[in-house]
């Protein structure tokens, strides 16, 4: 059973860090790309940060120069180091995997952990 948990999350004050992990686990052969989203309250679910395995980045307008993401693929385990947060940062921050394969050849699509929750506050 493939699983991606992600930890890290909790409350910082406005102008603090987080990292955030994100590690897959189940027999995994290879993860396309990995990435991170976030949803707020009362909003849709926005992509903040894409890497793939070679590790070519993306990211949101809105975390440029604040956030960076990195793989370790020995690990299957991506991350999010957050810098400068703000109160508009708080969301779920979920994890992404495009396609995983396993190495008995099975493909999972689009797969998501379950969320960890991020909240920037005084």
């Known amino acids: 059973q493939v699983q991606l948990v992600e930890s890290g999350g909790g409350l910082v004050q406005p102008g603090g860090s987080l990292r955030l992990s994100c590690a897959a686990s189940?027999?995994?052969?290879?993860?396309?790309?990995m990435g991170w989203y976030r949803q707020a309250p009362g909003k849709q679910r926005e992509l903040v940060a894409v890497?793939?395995?070679?590790?070519?980045?993306n990211y949101a307008d809105s975390v440029k120069g604040r956030f960076a993401i990195s793989r370790d693929n020995a690990k299957n385990t991506v991350y999010l180091q957050m810098n400068s947060l703000k109160p508009e940062d708080t969301a779920v921050y979920y994890c992404n995997a495009d396609k995983i394969t396993t190495v008995i050849w099975s493909t999972y699509y689009d797969y998501w952990g379950q969320g960890t929750q991020v909240t920037v506050s005084a």
């Open positions: 890497i793939t395995s070679g590790g070519s980045t």
């Open positions: 189940g027999s995994i052969f290879s993860i396309n790309t």
